[in-house]
């Protein structure tokens, strides 16, 4: 689950989901921008294992995203609170790339 929503946010760069899930794939995102930016073999590899069915977006993480976050060294996300959901009152936030 966690993989699938941060495939989303790379993809999109912009989810609405709830505040748990944000905060938990916080982690993962960061991990993975900071593979892209290392850009090498092993790297690249380390990715493809971790989203084998998204060729493009490992090319996004060491090619697009390596580029512009060069400067940064960690904090990939902001997450924004949103309000309740309607249904059940769950807290909903967005997470988006910075």
Do not use: C, F, W
């Not at 689950?1 to 709830?18: G, H, I, Q």
């Not at 944000?22 to 090498?40: C, H, N, S």
């Amino acid at each position: 689950m966690l993989a699938n929503l941060a495939v989303s946010v790379l993809r999109y760069e912009k989810v609405r989901t709830t505040e748990a899930k944000a905060k938990e794939v916080r982690g993962v995102i960061d991990r993975m921008i900071t593979l892209g930016k290392k850009g090498d073999l092993s790297a690249r590899r380390l990715l493809v294992a971790e989203l084998p069915h998204e060729p493009h977006i490992v090319d996004k993480l060491i090619g697009e995203l390596s580029e512009k976050y060069a400067e940064r060294t960690s904090g990939y996300t902001r997450i924004t609170k949103i309000g309740p959901r309607l249904g059940d009152a769950a807290l909903m936030v967005q997470i988006e790339l910075v």
